[in-house]
């Protein structure tokens, strides 16, 4: 029996490697100073429903929101063995917050339509919300798992799945279609496939192909350049190499519940923080020493 | 992510610095090739294309060793693998999944046509990744070096061999073993006894017993083997491969000092069924002398690998150990040994990446030679004087990087240990586990006086002379660069003069002066290298000097010592080495 899968990736700021052009002065993310990466949760998202195809047969397709840019981390997915690609992408979703976006790729799955799993990363390093993964299964009507650690198996329509609840774990059957979200401990993800990659390193989104086409034909008019970019989408197309691109129309978005209109999240504040070293306490490696630290812990709640 | 290719900023000079889109033309035939004729659609479009190909493959390489390898190899040394029952070997599991991640980046058919499932990438780049994998885990490079068993496998079987076995190699369902010596045969093989027969069909079987076979266990075994009992030497020998069966057992896994991971194996062959490869009595003479040339590549690319993690440990460890109020890397001591094996590991690998791009010229010109279409007459002529002169070149190159970088990476390994000190000896640290791993790589594939004695040929017969010739020729704009190649020049002049006075003496002496006239070879040819680094990047250039000045004066103990004409070590053999010990 095969299963068809659905990934939700992200591209996101390498929130690790933070250098001090990382804030604007209002306090803002300045998203142009930071490298992008596929945010690494996703990664293992990716991993369990490639891992699931294997086993049980079917498709992984991926999708994800964002800028055009955003197509760097679905080429990552298909070089790493997806099967298809969807970049989302339209002005109008700019600036949504996790309930926007959430119903976005709802919409998105829906008009993909047939599918049993949906896997996403437990929470990306840029909001660290946790919020899409199971606001997108309300907005599907579908059961929710989070926190998969281990993908069990599938018998009669019924995934089997371990779960980590913090202090361990527990394994939770679920009938599919369902949700499910993955942390790191899950699997190690695989490694990019050298062949898919000298043979899809030239797949492209629309914007992207446009933007090229803009860039090596400066002086060109507007009509030129949609012939030239018309010219080169055919081409990959037909090599079948062009990336879907979806807008909001595409997915039938009430418009209203996308973007700033469709984000109730409002930002009251926001705050500036510099860490600095404030001293430190020298504990002695003896008894008395550690019993001081543990009652410290203690007693400002770091433990029990 | 750690990746190895992308932290090590020599590599990545090379990868510029060296003209691989040369490279990638002559291993693509000039792109003449429209897409998809043959059967694949991942080929590359023009030499820019193959070239960014290159660049992301060793970035997942690199990202493989770093992220999956490397954290496995403790543990992997420490447990080994196991010898079932049966006759069979089980892999580490963590060797398994160290193989089965180089599986799924497809880096198991690294140079095998893409009609092959491979990636037909030059030999540079297999050398370049070669020695990442190496750096990860040294007794994993025996499992991924070994791709030089289909490469055999390619250029000299059937095409209904070719068709059944080598797509296996590049999905990974399968790994090679090349299946040489034996108890009495070992350095040594044209004193291989391994029968081979024909029964009355024609069907070919093995008889007898092998030793110290590395990955005896894999699937796919290329066994030298007596086809002509009645010819004693050589001659009398032919490569045939055999599957893995119940034919073919696993007698013994060796317990050895270091490459745990790889499991060494004796080997029964009790009747095995077995395919004859290309024609008989060419096994050892061409066959085996084609796959060991590529191996020694492979041992010189290991050794870069365990030398490069040895000396990041000893680098690291210098600037962050703190003595006398100080890091230890303020100590003059100190300091010397960690440039010295920065410098060593920088010259062997520009040595090893210039054999690997002239082997790249050799095997490409060969393959137009015996596999492309029919040449003009002029042409072929040309291309055959080509093959003769690339052959003698590679004949020189390739013992000297093994030598070189084998000798180079104990030399390292030992020294990391020192800079540790106390801490490099414990267990701790795997700088023990370098010097361990380090220490096989002198001895097999051909020890290194071995490969001294290879060398040294081309030293004697012109062929470094031919090398070199185009390199002193050059003219550097800085004038430092331009006044060592000239102390080069004249240290080559003082080679050839010890050069003619060997050749006054009886032969024995040749052999006895064997190495310090290759090591004086080898620090020209280095000293070259370093100086066209050197004149495009300033860092170089002070590499170029600190190597080409140290060893100046090497070379004139080298040579002085040759021009002694001192025979003592075989006219007073017995009186020195005194007597044979009494057993017990």
Redesign the interface.
């Known amino acids: 029996m095969a299963y068809d899968s659905i990934v939700c990736v992200k591209q996101v700021p390498d929130t690790a490697n933070i250098t001090a052009e990382a804030m604007k002065e209002d306090g803002t993310v300045n998203r142009a100073a930071l490298p992008t990466i596929f945010n690494p949760e996703d990664l293992h998202a990716l991993e369990t429903a490639l891992e699931v195809r294997d086993q049980y047969g079917g498709t992984v397709t991926v999708i994800t929101m964002g800028p055009p840019k955003a197509a760097d981390v679905l080429r990552d997915c298909l070089f790493r063995g997806a099967d298809r690609a969807i970049l989302l992408t339209d002005r109008k979703a700019a600036a949504s917050d996790t309930l926007a976006t959430s119903y976005i790729l709802g919409q998105a799955i829906r008009t993909i339509g047939r599918y049993d799993l949906v896997f996403c990363g437990r929470q990306a390093i840029d909001g660290d919300t946790a919020q899409v993964g199971p606001q997108c299964a309300e907005k599907l009507g579908i059961p929710q798992v989070t926190y998969l650690e281990q993908f069990v198996s599938i018998h009669d329509r019924v995934a089997r799945i371990r779960r980590n609840i913090g202090h361990g774990w527990e394994i939770v059957d679920v009938k599919l279609p369902a949700m499910i979200t993955v942390i790191e401990t899950a699997n190690?993800p695989?490694?990019?496939?050298?062949?898919?990659?000298?043979?899809m390193?030239s797949a492209r989104v629309p914007a992207e192909v446009a933007a090229e086409v803009k860039a090596a034909m400066p002086d060109a008019s507007e009509e030129q350049l949609a012939a030239e970019t018309k010219c080169r989408v055919d081409a990959l197309k037909a090599a079948g190499l062009l990336i879907e691109q979806w807008d909001l129309a595409a997915i039938n978005a009430d418009l209203e519940r996308c973007g700033l209109s469709g984000s109730p999240t409002k930002v009251h504040r926001i705050q500036a923080i510099v860490l600095t070293k404030e001293g430190y306490t020298d504990i002695p490696a003896n008894e008395t020493g550690i019993r001081q630290l543990v009652h410290e812990l203690v007693v400002d709640r770091t433990w029990g | 992510m750690a990746n190895f290719f992308l932290d090590n900023e020599d590599i990545q000079f090379l990868f510029k610095h060296i003209d691989l889109g040369e490279l990638a033309r002559i291993q693509e035939d000039d792109f003449i090739h429209t897409a998809n004729a043959n059967g694949d659609?991942?080929?590359?479009k023009n030499a820019a294309d193959a070239v960014?190909?290159y660049r992301?493959?060793l970035e997942?390489v690199g990202?493989?060793a770093a992220?999956?390898v490397a954290p496995n190899a403790e543990q992997v040394d420490n447990e080994g693998n196991t010898l079932n029952d049966d006759g069979t070997v089980t892999l580490h599991p963590l060797v398994q999944e160290n193989l089965r991640?180089l599986t799924?980046?497809?880096?198991m058919g690294f140079t095998l046509p893409r009609k092959y499932?491979g990636?037909n990438c030059p030999n540079l780049v297999y050398t370049m990744a070669t020695e990442m994998i190496s750096r990860a885990d040294t007794s994993l490079m025996n499992m991924f070096g070994l791709q030089g068993i289909a490469e055999t496998i390619n250029a000299f079987a059937n095409d209904e061999i070719k068709a059944e076995v080598l797509p296996k190699f590049s999905n990974g369902d399968v790994t090679g073993a090349m299946v040489l010596t034996e108890p009495d045969a070992g350095s040594d093989l044209q004193a291989v006894r391994l029968r081979a027969f024909q029964d009355d069909q024609g069907n070919w079987y093995l008889n007898g017993v092998k030793r110290f076979i590395t990955n005896g266990c894999g699937e796919i075994l290329l066994v030298l083997a007596r086809s002509e009992p009645e010819i004693s030497d050589g001659r009398g020998l032919s490569l045939f491969l055999a599957e893995r069966s119940e034919r073919v057992k696993v007698r013994h896994l060796e317990h050895k000092l270091g490459i745990h991971g790889s499991p060494t194996c004796e080997l029964v062959f009790d009747n095995t069924p077995c395919l004859l490869i290309g024609e008989r009595q060419r096994g050892l003479i061409t066959y085996v002398m084609a796959l060991m040339n590529g191996a020694r590549v492979g041992i010189a690319a290991q050794s870069l690998g365990v030398a490069e993690a040895a000396y990041r440990l000893a680098r690291t460890y210098a600037h962050t150990r703190c003595q006398f109020g100080g890091p230890i890397e303020r100590l003059p001591a100190v300091a010397e040994l960690v440039t010295n094996m920065k410098i060593d590991v920088e010259a062997g690998r520009a040595l090893t990446y210039e054999t690997s791009r002239v082997c790249d010229h050799e095997n490409n010109n060969l393959r137009v030679l015996e596999l492309g279409p029919p040449l003009e007459k002029e042409e072929e002529k040309r291309r055959k004087q080509l093959s003769r002169s690339l052959k003698r070149i590679n004949g020189m190159l390739t013992p000297m990087s093994k030598y070189y970088c084998s000798e180079m990476s104990n030399r390292v390994a030992y020294d990391a240990i020192q800079v540790l000190g106390g801490s490099g000896y414990m267990k701790d640290y795997a700088a023990e586990r370098y010097a361990r791993d380090a220490r096989i790589t002198t001895i097999y594939e051909g020890t290194s006086q071995l490969q001294c004695v290879a060398a040294v040929r081309g030293v004697t017969s012109g062929s470094l002379d031919n090398w070199v010739v185009d390199h002193e020729a050059k003219t550097y704009d800085d004038p430092m660069l331009e006044g060592l190649k000239q102390k080069l020049i004249v240290a080559r002049g003082q080679l050839n003069e010890a050069v003619a006075f060997v050749k006054t003496k009886p032969s024995s002496y040749l052999d006895l002066s064997g190495r310090r006239l290759v090591d004086t070879a080898i620090d020209i040819l280095i000293g070259h290298l370093f100086l066209g680094q050197g004149a495009a990047d300033d860092r170089k250039k002070r590499v170029a000097r600190r190597f080409i000045e140290r060893q100046l004066p090497v070379m004139k103990m080298n040579l002085e010592q040759i021009l002694s004409g001192d025979m003592a070590a075989m006219e007073e053999y017995a009186l020195i080495a005194g007597p044979v010990p009494a057993a017990g």
């Open positions: 190690k695989r490694p990019q496939a050298a062949k898919r990659v000298m043979k390193k | 659609d991942y080929g590359p960014d190909n992301r493959i997942i990202e493989v992220e999956v991640r799924q980046a497809d880096m499932g990636l």
